[in-house]
């Protein structure tokens, strides 16, 4: 990769936009690409630097794509592999071209975020091991003197001073593909705000540490508030696998463990849970049947026929899964446009 190419892909990173490499690894003339040539690929499609002409370039693309949505690396071969294996996608080439090319893709993402609630010790633990992780760690409610970092300690999370609606909209809309993972850990004080907000940003885990009783007090507000039953059951509360844990440090590494098995299981890969559920839904819905609409508030794909609540906004339609979003919504639309 040339500098250029290097310096986009940090870019990107720090904008937090994944994106896929392609290099050809292998090639048999005649073949206007060469060993080594790179590009890096978007998910919108665009292509930086430079993988082949257009006997290529499309599948390239198209499977650049696919392995971003899939999290998984691709090995491609155009017109025949030249040493048959199991793991080579073949790929007719689309020229007449006798030559023959071998591409590997691999999809790069941001670090995931980890936003951290509260100011206790379990708090602190979880902050300082997400970034010992490689998070990007947001800590919000913390006091100045957990902000304060003694020297050889590493660095402290960047500090959010409220979780409001333009701190939910703003991680609603962060790009597909940057994970989003949330721990309540105020010890009872806004617990309920805290999540609800953080249902709004679409976080792909959102863990509470709490008793299963004052769960269940949580879950009583947040359906009373309007929160539909179904992103409700998503927040996990007790925080955390049942290991044992009673030390905060202990805590902290069962809450980690239950996000990095979530993670690694798929369920918050890819685009992102709340956003891979609304492509699944895009994607299982036939030709011709109802249309849809996304929820500005929460991300969910909706049916648009009237049968979901909807609102009028500068003349246009807005449909939302529950009553909920739609009061978040008509409470502060700038928030969500």
């Known amino acids: 990769m040339d500098s250029d190419l290097l310096r986009l892909a940090s870019r990107l990173l720090d904008e937090e936009t994944p994106y896929a490499i392609a290099t050809v690894v292998r090639r048999e003339r005649p073949s206007s690409a060469a060993s080594g040539n790179t590009a890096v690929i978007t998910a919108d499609g665009t292509v930086h630097g430079w993988i082949g002409g257009s006997c290529t370039l499309p599948e390239v693309t198209r499977h650049a794509i696919a392995s971003l949505a899939e999290r998984q690396p691709r090995l491609l071969a155009f017109g025949g592999s030249m040493e048959p294996r199991g793991d080579v996608i073949s790929v007719p080439m689309s020229c007449g071209s006798e030559g023959k090319v ?48 003694e ?27 940057a994970a989003l993972y949330a721990v309540v850990a105020t010890m009872g004080r806004g617990d309920e705000d805290a999540v609800e907000q953080l249902l709004a940003a679409r976080a792909d885990y959102l863990g509470v540490v709490v008793s299963p009783k004052r769960m269940g007090q949580v879950r009583e507000y947040l359906a009373a508030r309007g ?26 590494i069962s809450i980690l463990a239950e996000i990095v098995a979530l993670a690694r299981a798929g369920a918050g890969a890819g685009e992102g849970a709340a956003a891979a559920e609304a492509t699944a839904e895009d994607s299982a819905t036939p030709a011709g049947s109802t249309a849809t609409a996304t929820d500005p508030v929460c991300g969910m794909t909706v049916p648009a026929d009237g049968s979901r609540p909807s609102s009028t906004y500068k003349g246009r339609t807005v449909h939302f899964c529950c009553p909920g979003c739609r009061a978040r919504f008509e409470a502060d639309p700038a928030a969500y446009v």
Do not use: W
């Open 151 to 177: 020297e050889g300690e590493g660095p402290a999370g960047e500090r959010v001073a409220t979780l409001d609606g333009q701190f939910a909209s703003g991680y609603a809309s962060r790009p597909r593909g």
């Open 102 to 149: 071998e591409v590997h893709i691999n999809p790069v993402y941001p670090a995931p975020r980890l936003v951290v609630v509260g100011d206790s010790p379990i708090a602190r633990a979880v902050e300082r091991m997400g970034e010992a992780m490689g998070y990007r760690v947001a800590v919000a409610g913390g006091s100045e003197e957990a902000a304060a970092t």
């Open 227 to 252: 929160v539909c039953g179904s992103r409700i059951e998503k927040v996990r509360g007790p925080a955390g696998l049942d290991i044992g844990a009673v030390r905060p440090e202990e805590v902290a």
